[in-house]
DNA sequence: CTTAGGG
DNA sequence: CCCTAAG
């Protein structure tokens, strides 16, 4: 068919082009919340966090006059209030000068004693129930590159930290406008929906990152307008479920959707929907802010949790669990178990708490004309980045490198007390990792130790469950019970997970799945943080993934059942739990299938099908053709027995291949 | 939302 | 895989 493409005609209602992310992430975030690919998502659970820092620190410097006690910035409020402001305007004034003085918060949280204090209390915090004192800072990170003609800015060095104690009086906070709250709020809300440690951990998670409540804030409104002008194109999406995809899409992971509910995008068409669920905001801000420090947010999931600093990452408890304690400094564990954890069960659940993640070294290059705000994506770009996908765990023990995956804890001896002493986790970038030499962690730059807060033992004197789902948190002997239910039930493995998932691919690969065990990850797509490339397509661009042999024979079966005009019917019949494969691409893998089959085999790239499975294809393909499936409809059920079979038994009949034609 | 096709 | 035009 003749397409056209001209643009300038367009007709309201079109996609937004200039919101960097937000049409695309919105269609990927309905198809994407396929629950296998927890693993790699951990990162994105931290970046989940760090994009609500981000937000939040955005919506203080808003309001910063407005907001009292509320739940802004968790910084001492007037303490570095004056700081702020004069650190600020430097840096806006000066350009990059100012950012010698050390750090960029995106947003500090409570005191470190206090923290401290409170995981001391706190010995629900391995149930599931936690806070999240999060704060992200470069730390010395500031440098000016004197070599560069642009006296370009470097953030780097110690990279972003995830949590980690911050001096008060270093601190140098951001607090430029970002005009692109909408973005922030989209990135979040991405990340808010990936689900983590989907097996081990639960995984459907009810994250709420509070976003909604600056509709109070008059200074917001500002933003929007700005930006009004791309979110107007927008029709206000209908909160209508929508017959069956709506469907297929609320049995998985559901999506969180932007929080404005006027100018929420929405975008048809692929199959790739938002739904709106709610988030669900977070209670119990009070608390904290009794201490004195405003709000904090954090995120729960069911059953399990993130904190994404100094916090913990815990798995559903278990009175006979083996607990690993990692010490982010040593990278050493410690462990707390129960004793009779080996009578207890044959397979004892190794429960791992994960103080915090350090996000690799990042670099940024950034014009000092360019604004902080502009600084602000573009950080959060490279971390969403690394985060995304380029973004691996590395499991030590005794300083060796775990590289089995496929080896059970028991045989590596991840559960045996010993061992677990000098167990460790670091993060590793996959974009940064281009020295093949990393072999030895500790002196890998791009190696994160993560840290598991000692203090796990420590009494509860006040319960701090915050999840719903863990609510129970003061009742140990339920949390399991509780949170466990919680455990999403949704995990499907997409029909072929197990015959191609990609095993690691090379690091190098930038669109490598993140290395996770078993299912197809679903990481964000990579894109290089390449400053310079800038990719303006660095918008989105779904992640390709080849079918497997597996989804092709399903889908084989499937076209061989219901012809080739019912690719919904496919998709539901056949796809149902791949939630990255919409009936487009079915269709189009359909197509390249009959194409793949039409050329001799030197010709055809990719992973080999097998050739009795194209000879299905053209078979299915010829008679297809002839009977049109979709025309009959009703006939699928009887047709398909007869004919696609029949003609594929006997042959590869290649005069139907030419009389096709591709 | 689905299909069907071109890109 | 993406994007559109058409039902």
Known sequence: MVQKKSLDNRSPGLRVPVIPRAPRSARKRSLHKNTADGRNICAIELLACLAGKLLQETESSASNTASEGNDQLSLPKNALQDQFQGEDKSLKSEGQGSCEDGLFILEQASEDNQQKDFLKRSPEVESGALWDRSSVYTNSSCLEKENSDDKSVIISKSGFVVSGDLNSDKLVAVKEQVPDETFLKDS????????????????????????????????????????????????????????????????????????????????????????????????????????????????????????????????????????????????????????????????????????????????????????????????????????????????????????????????????????????????????????????????????????????????????????EACDSASNPANLTGTCNDIVDSTHELTVSSNTDNATDKPLSDSRALVPVPEINPEPLAIVPANQKGKHPELSHRRIRRPFSVSEVEALVQAVEQLGTGRWRDVKLRAFENADHRTYVDLKDKWKTLVHTASIAPQQRRGEPVPQDLLDRVLSAHSYWSQHQSKQNGKASGRMAQTPPKMIKANAVPENVITDIGG
């Open 188 to 467: 979040m809300a991405d990340c808010a929906e990936t689900p983590c440690f989907p097996n081990a951990f639960s995984s459907r998670q009810n994250i709420g990152m509070v976003l909604d409540r600056k509709d109070d804030d008059e200074n917001f409104p500002r933003f929007y307008k700005s930006s009004s002008t791309k979110l107007k194109p927008y029709k206000p999406s209908s909160h209508i479920v929508n017959g069956r995809i709506r469907k297929l899409s609320t049995s998985k992971n559901t999506k969180v959707a932007p929080l404005r509910k006027d100018t929420k995008p929405s975008k048809s068409g692929t199959g790739r929907k938002v739904s709106n669920q709610k988030r669900r905001p977070f209670y119990s801000r009070e608390r904290y802010q009794q201490h004195g420090f405003l709000q904090q947010r954090r995120k729960v999931f069911d059953g399990s949790c993130i904190v994404t600093s100094d916090g913990v990452l815990s798995s559903e408890s278990d009175s006979t669990s083996h607990q690993i304690g990692v010490n982010g400094e040593t990278m050493v564990s410690s462990l707390g178990l129960g004793d009779r954890a080996s009578f207890e069960a044959k397979n004892p659940q190794v429960k791992i708490s994960i103080k915090s993640f350090k996000i690799p070294e990042l670099s940024i290059d950034v014009p000092e004309t360019a604004t902080v705000g502009s600084l602000k994506r573009t950080i959060m770009e490279a971390v969403t980045t690394i985060l995304g996908g380029g973004l691996h765990v590395g499991v030590l023990l005794r300083g060796k490198k775990i590289h089995d995956d496929n080896r059970t804890l028991l045989q590596t001896g991840i559960s045996s007390k010993e061992n677990l002493d000098t167990l460790g986790f670091i993060l590793e970038s996959s974009l940064t990792q281009s020295h093949p030499s990393s072999i030895t962690p500790q002196d890998s730059t791009c190696t994160l130790p993560c840290h598991i807060p000692e203090q796990l033992k420590g009494s509860l004197d006040k319960p701090v469950s915050d999840s």
